[in-house]
């Protein structure tokens, strides 16, 4: 599965990916394979892919940066996120790697407050995104869908910060 057809150029950073039904299935079958949306029915996986858009983004893009405004989340197809905060020294660390299948910006999407980090293209990358506007839309006209994905999201993020208050009880205890 590559897209492949020309290099990645800087003129260009988000490249829209395809559109007609062979794009339709073969996006339908890239959603189907993610962690966050697997366990959808096909007709639902193919009422979200018509609220969400692909693209192909080159090395080195910054998608947004910590502090702005955010109002999408996006899922890594093929390819990786660097996600990057600063320290209180200003220094820039990269805090975690966002791989195939998995999800990042979920938080502003959800409560439109600014970004938290920074997110920096590692290489070439396939991404689906879903804009709040369009999530908005999906949950009025398939209310148990929005609730089924608002869930997903819920459950990631209820992870995530177990995860990170377990690394912080580590690191008050060290």
């Known amino acids: 599965m590559t897209h492949h057809h020309k290099k990645c150029t800087a003129s260009d950073p ?3 990916l395809g559109s007609g039904p062979r794009f339709q299935d073969e996006f339908c ?3 189907e394979d993610s962690p966050m949306f697997n366990g959808l029915d096909w007709s639902e996986i193919r009422i979200l892919s018509n609220h969400m858009k692909a693209y192909r983004v080159c090395e080195g893009t910054i998608l947004f940066r910590e502090g702005d405004d955010g109002s999408y989340m996006c899922l890594v197809i093929e390819g990786q996120i660097d996600i ?3 320290n209180r020294d200003f220094e820039d660390k990269v805090v975690s790697s966002v791989e195939d299948g998995k999800t990042f910006g979920e938080m502003a999407m959800v409560d439109g407050e600014p970004r ?3 997110a920096i293209v590692a290489m070439e990358t396939t991404l689906a995104i879903l804009t709040r506007d369009d999530f908005n839309r999906l949950v009025q006209e398939k209310p148990a869908l929005g609730v089924k994905i608002l869930m997903r999201i819920a459950r990631l993020l209820s992870q995530r910060l ?3 208050s377990g690394i912080l009880v580590d690191y008050l205890e060290g």
């Open 14 to 16: 988000l490249e829209p």
């Open 29 to 31: 079958g890239m959603l």
């Open 84 to 86: 990057h905060k600063e």
């Open 116 to 118: 938290s980090a920074s």
């Open 162 to 164: 177990r995860r990170t």
